[in-house]
């Protein structure tokens, strides 16, 4: 197994899906803070790329480090800020009319970090292309293969990494190239749809909402 960090996931509710498709929201990064840790330097370190020896170690974890997302996404529910979980629940919510409240929609659909590592975090830290290793792919088609999702929407960085891989001179009718792409696992094909990181609110409500409200509402059939 590639995946350290257990994707977010309620089976039930995913499989009915939003407007009947099941969907994997794909993320960045974790980031950690915690500089006083006596394995912050060897957990975040850029060079090694593996937090996993560090699992049950982690003083600042609920349960284990590779429980990192699950938690993450039930801290945002209860009600913790995570700004970039809380634009991208603004827009599905209020621009998509997926669900009536964040907690229906982040339970239906499955949600996964990229990068299989912890990244040392200040407060405008950022996920770079050198962050990424060849692990993250195919850690990324090892939850693709549990799941097998109908839509995978990639943010950022992450969907920069999984369109190197996409299928070429694969022409999808009546749809943006750079946003919608497909990609070959386990013999099947599946459709991506790449958009801004929900975190560069510049980005994402001046440059990319409305294209990629466009986008997703041809890959939903509304």
Partial sequence: MNLFFKPWVNIESYNVGLKGNKIVVVGASHYCKHKECPYFKQ???????????????CQHCDT?????????????????????????????????????????????????????????????????????QDRDYVAFKEVVSQLTPDIIIAWGKAGDDIKRHRILNNVIEGVDPNYIFDIENDGCAY???HC?????????????????KKQLELLLGK
């Fill in 64 to 132: 284990d480090l590779a429980n990192s997302t699950i938690e993450t996404v039930e801290y945002f529910i209860e009600g913790a800020e995570k700004v970039s979980y809380e634009n991208f629940s603004d827009f599905m919510i209020e621009e998509m009319k997926l669900a009536p409240d964040k907690k229906t929609l982040w339970n239906h659909f499955a949600f996964m970090n990229y990068v299989q590592y912890m990244l040392g975090s200040d407060d405008d830290i950022f996920t770079a292309a050198s962050d990424i």
């Fill in 191 to 193: 459709r991506v749809i």
């Fill in 43 to 57: 957990c975040t370190s850029r060079e090694l790329k593996d937090s996993s020896p560090y699992n049950v170690l």
């Fill in 196 to 212: 801004y990181h929900p975190c560069n609110m510049f980005s994402w409500f001046s440059d990319d909402a409305e294209n990629f």
